[in-house]
């Protein structure tokens, strides 16, 4: 059987939904919702922008959780926001956050409003080593990837440039696609 590798099941770099740091976080939604129309109805649509420096490399990967946490300030307050994104809570304690913390409280025209003056560049964080996957690794180091890190893509690199993203979505399709004999 034929390897299958990384850069097979990429989107490229350039298919995919960028912005540069400097951008709102409105004008990244905008070229996520851009990026969305180009796709095949067909294909998953994309769940994250790309963010560049001024040279065009990729700094960071803005999720859609990430955007929901960067509209709400409050989440600053909240201790052990790592620790939380990984472990199980129980809905009253969930529910006395929200109050104790007055998260999600504004009116809906507030997070517009923080959407048009919050750059991108103020909330990225630059990816983790983990978060990377060589274009020529396999199929299976790609699964195995995703499967032991809290990621839904990977950050493919070509030497040290990143080239494209590698998406869970994609992943499963083709291990779908092998199942069924297509």
């Known amino acids: 059987m034929r390897t299958i590798t990384v850069k097979e099941l990429m ?3 350039e298919e995919y939904a960028t912005v540069r740091q400097e951008a709102t976080l409105r004008e990244a939604i905008l070229a996520l919702e851009k990026a969305q129309m180009t796709l095949d109805p067909s294909q998953y649509k994309h769940r994250a922008i790309l963010v560049l420096d001024e040279s065009g490399n990729v700094v960071s990967k803005i999720t859609m959780k990430n955007i929901l946490i960067a ?11 790592g620790v939380l994104e990984r472990s199980g ?5 969930i529910q006395s956050m929200l109050v104790d913390i007055a998260l999600w409280t504004e009116p809906l ?3 517009r409003e923080r959407a048009t003056k919050l750059k991108v560049g103020d909330f990225i964080q630059a990816p983790s080593e983990d978060e990377y996957i060589d274009d020529n690794a396999t199929l299976g180091e790609a699964i195995h990837q995703l499967i032991v890190q809290p990621y839904h893509s990977l950050l493919v690199t070509s030497g040290d440039r990143v080239g494209g993203i590698l998406r869970l979505s994609d992943v499963f399709t083709k291990i779908c696609d092998i199942i069924k004999g297509a």
């Open 11 to 13: 989107v490229p770099l």
């Open 109 to 111: 025209q507030f997070f």
């Open 89 to 93: 809570y129980s809905p009253d304690l």
């Open 71 to 81: 509209l709400e300030p409050n989440y600053g307050k909240v201790e052990g926001m």
